[in-house]
């Protein structure tokens, strides 16, 4: 089966300036996470999505940050305005439900602000 | 809140040495605890878990086993590789947590030289 994909894998934008990464999960995985890892600290968690629903966004750090899972497939993330502290590599991870399920994890999309 | 505490990197090796990599953890439930890997340029990938005391995960040459009496999960490999050079991460997922998120440690970069 195919993985997680994420794209694009490396952007590099302005402050101020808006963008959108997008996650495909595996096919049939009904749960999708969003995580980032910024400035090589521990990865944090930002939001769950089971299907078109957001389960948990407690991790989301502020009103900038806006994600979508329309249909229950893909995902984006928007973050508007970005700003410097947003850079750092944001990774998507999909599961099937159930107890104990492990969470696939793409290659990850590094943020950059300048 | 849950956490998890692992050493600081990088570890450098030389191949064939025994490695440790500390892991302890902060939970208010029952959690899972799982060992992460990032090989360079690639995405995060399941190295091995345990989701009771006692448990011993293991997956190629790895191992960790769950301590509920000292919070702790550390991995262990009795011959590590060149190609054992990645980022390890250390998790838990909270069962009294209905997203099943995973909370990470801060990484712990192993370089092994020949």
């Known amino acids: 089966e195919a993985g997680v994909t994420q794209f694009p894998s490396h952007s590099v934008i302005e402050k101020g300036q808006t963008v959108t990464l997008r996650c495909d999960p595996i096919?049939?995985?009904?749960?999708l996470y969003w995580y980032r890892r910024v400035m090589g600290k521990e990865i944090k968690f930002l939001l769950h999505f089971v299907k078109e629903s957001k389960q948990d966004e407690s991790g989301m750090p502020n009103n900038r940050f806006l994600a979508e899972r329309t249909g229950g497939t893909y995902s984006t993330l928007k973050v508007q305005p970005a700003e410097l502290e947003d850079s750092g590599v944001y990774f998507c991870?999909?599961?099937?439900?159930?107890?104990?399920?492990?969470?696939?994890f793409g290659d990850g999309t590094r943020l950059s602000i300048l | 809140g849950d956490s998890v505490t692992q050493m600081e990197g990088p570890v450098t090796l030389s191949e064939e040495a025994f490695l440790t990599i500390n892991c302890t953890y902060t939970?208010?439930?029952?959690?899972?605890l799982f060992w992460y890997v990032q090989y360079p340029g690639e995405g995060l990938q399941l190295l091995l878990k345990?989701?009771?005391?006692?448990d011993k995960g293991s997956n190629k040459g790895f191992e960790a086993t769950y301590r509920k009496e000292t919070t702790s999960f550390h991995l262990e490999k009795g011959s590590v590789q060149v190609s054992d050079s990645a980022v390890y991460f250390c998790a838990l997922s909270d069962l009294e947590d209905s997203s099943y998120k995973l909370i990470f440690g801060s990484g712990t970069r192993l370089l092994v030289r020949p």
């Open positions: 096919s049939g995985h009904d749960n």
């Open positions: 939970a208010t439930g029952y959690p899972s």
């Open positions: 345990a989701t009771k005391a006692d």
């Open positions: 991870a999909s599961s099937r439900t159930g107890y104990n399920q492990p969470q696939h």
